[in-house]
């Protein structure tokens, strides 16, 4: 069980949601959205997480020398996603390791709130140019902590 005592812990009410729109190009020839689609919703939604807490990627990358990757990720599709809908992608951080963060992860329907896919994220720190894995530099990890700009 974790605790606010614990280094990795990250408080749970914390989270963060991207407003996607379907396209026609998330779809698939009956209109709804390939599943494939969802990974990049979640995808901007994790980017757009980082930048909102001041943590651009590609400034990252030049200022610490590390790149966020996917490690594994384990997704469910509940309900279907349609042209036109409205979507709501969100990020909640779980737990915050030496060298990852596991991250919830939620793409629901705005008009109904029906919660569409699940996912479960495990992001590595690695190096940016050998991609081995690296300890998140103290700064980013109190960032990520705080779940706002240092």
């Given at each position: 069980m974790k605790s606010d005592s614990d280094p990795g812990f990250v408080d749970p009410g914390f989270s963060f949601s991207?407003?996607?729109?379907?396209y026609w190009e998330d779809t698939d020839a009956g209109?709804?959205?390939y599943h494939a689609g969802y990974l990049r919703f979640l995808e901007r939604a994790r980017s757009e997480w980082m930048r909102a807490?001041?943590?651009?990627?590609d400034a990252i990358r030049r200022s610490h020398g590390v790149v966020f990757v996917v490690r594994g990720l384990e997704i469910a599709y509940d309900k279907p996603a349609r042209l036109d809908?409205?979507?709501?992608?969100?990020?909640?951080v779980v737990r915050l390791r030496a060298a990852s963060i596991d991250i919830a992860q939620a793409?629901?329907?705005v008009a109904d709130g029906?919660?569409?896919?699940?996912?479960?994220?495990?992001?590595?720190?690695v190096d940016g140019d050998a991609f081995v894995p690296r300890r998140i530099p103290p700064a980013i990890a109190?960032?990520?902590?705080?779940?706002?700009?240092?």
């Open positions: 991207w407003r996607i729109r379907v209109g709804v959205v807490i001041g943590l651009g990627q809908d409205e979507l709501d992608a969100s990020v909640r793409v629901q329907r029906v919660t569409l896919a699940r996912a479960q994220v495990r992001v590595a720190c109190a960032t990520i902590q705080q779940g706002r700009p240092a």
